[in-house]
C-alpha cells in the first residue's frame, strides 16, 4: 500500500490564517499552548528550542490567525522513518482544517526528506486525532501501553509513503 499525493485529503487552511516555519521567537507562545493543552505531558521550553536547533533532520511549523499561534506541529526525519513529534491546534480553533494542513505540510516534508514511512503516537482516549490520521492513510501498527504519564496508552500510527514499504 501507498501514499500517494493524490490519496491524501485535499486541504486549505481557512481564510486569514497562515502556515508558516516556527522560529525562535514564537517559543514563548508554543510553550504556553503547551502547558495548557496537554497539562500532563506537556515538552518543557528547552525541548522545543533543542527541536528547533536540529533543522537537518527537524522541522516546525505553526499556523497563525491574525497573528496569534492557533496550531503547531513538527517532524523528525531521520531516513528511512519520518516522525510526527507533535500537532496541536487549539481547541477553538479545531474543525476548520487546521489539523489537516499542518499534517499534510508534515507529510509533504518527509516526502522530500525521502522518508519511506511517517510514524505518530497518539493517545488511545482521542478518537478526534485518531480519525484525523485514519483519513490520511495511517494504520494503526502498535500499542505502547501506559505510555502517557496519566496511563493512558499510546496507539502506533503509520503512513507508508513507498510503495514495498509494510507494517
Wanted: net charge negative; proline share 7%; charged share 25%.
Amino acid at each position: 500500500m501507498s501514499a500517494p499525493e493524490d490519496f491524501l485529503p485535499s486541504v486549505r487552511l481557512p481564510e486569514g490564517v497562515v502556515l508558516r516555519d516556527m522560529n525562535d521567537g514564537d517559543l514563548a507562545a508554543v510553550e504556553q499552548l503547551e502547558r495548557r493543552l496537554f497539562p500532563m505531558d506537556a515538552w518543557p521550553l528547552q525541548m522545543f528550542v533543542d527541536e528547533l536547533s536540529q533543522p537537518e533532520t527537524r522541522r516546525y511549523v505553526v499556523a497563525e490567525a491574525d497573528g496569534v499561534i492557533v496550531a503547531y506541529a513538527g517532524l523528525m526525519c531521520v531516513q528511512p522513518i519520518a516522525d510526527v513529534q507533535t500537532i496541536a491546534v487549539v481547541p477553538e480553533f479545531e474543525g476548520r482544517g487546521i489539523g489537516s494542513a499542518v499534517l499534510a505540510e508534515l507529510i509533504a516534508e518527509a516526502r522530500r526528506r525521502g522518508a519511506d514511512d511517517v510514524l505518530l503516537e497518539v493517545r488511545a482516549d482521542n478518537p478526534r486525532a485518531q480519525q484525523l490520521y485514519l483519513r490520511f492513510g495511517f494504520e494503526q501498527i502498535h500499542i505502547r501501553p501506559r505510555y502517557y504519564r496519566d496511563g493512558t496508552d499510546a496507539l502506533i500510527m503509520r503512513l507508508p509513503l513507498t510503495e514495498g514499504t509494510t507494517a
